[in-house]
């Protein structure tokens, strides 16, 4: 399973827009970049998933480079609900997902 | 309908018994997965389910785990002679045929005893 790097943690405030970083140097052709968010007591969800360039849905935009070895979640103007944990993975279509840690975002008033 | 739905919530047992965890998928999807989750950790993935079939058993830690899924719908996951270190939050997730969104459900908080 091709493994990604985030950051443990990231502070924001409210209003602000967040933006976090995924590495993922041994990406391979077949695999989609996934972001979940999941909130305490609850499981993870879905946020959005892109291959290549730039996605945008109602709630975040993923931005990933040409080379594919990172991306980058973009959370506009988030708000304390956003606070949550949030994971990068990869998905090679097998359906074998590796989530990792995540990134604790903490946003505050 | 109802999202993904697992039974029972909370389970604490003594350490040897066996316990089965139920995970009962949004109707028509035809994927299942298992994970477990320790405290501050992301999900760990355990195994999955392509209707009846296990596609992929690889996460699971030892012969003491084990899955099934005999009708398509609704999986136990199994864990026999159960240990300490067994105690997590186990996860069931689903997804259908279309889309590659997993839904996840609430989890069983499993404490041995």
């Keep these: 399973l091709a493994k990604t790097t985030q950051p443990i943690s990231m502070d924001s405030y409210e209003g602000q827009e967040v933006n976090i970083t995924c590495s993922h140097n041994n990406i391979a052709t077949n695999d989609y970049i996934t972001w979940y968010q999941q909130f305490p007591s609850q499981g993870p969800r879905f946020i959005i998933q892109g291959y290549k360039t730039k996605v945008t849905n109602e709630v975040a935009s993923l931005f990933i480079p040409a080379d594919r070895k990172s991306s980058t979640l973009s959370l506009p103007r988030v708000s304390l609900s956003d606070t949550a944990v949030y994971y990068c993975l990869l998905d090679d279509n097998f359906n074998k997902f590796y989530f990792g840690s995540g990134t604790k975002l903490n946003v505050k008033p | ?113």
């Design chain 2, 1 to 113: 309908g109802a999202g993904v739905s697992q039974s029972p919530r909370y389970k604490v047992t003594k350490r040897g018994q066996d316990v089965a965890l139920r995970c009962d998928p949004i109707s028509g999807h035809v994927s299942l997965y298992w994970y477990r989750q320790a405290l501050g950790q992301g999900p760990e993935f355990l195994t999955y389910f392509n209707y009846e079939a296990q596609q992929d058993k690889s996460g699971l830690p030892n012969d003491r785990f084990s899955a099934e899924r005999p009708e398509g719908s609704i999986s136990t996951l199994t864990i026999q002679r159960t240990e300490q270190r067994d105690s997590a939050m186990y996860r069931c997730a689903s997804s259908s045929e279309t889309t590659y969104e997993q839904y996840f459900g609430p989890g069983t908080r499993l404490t041995v005893t």
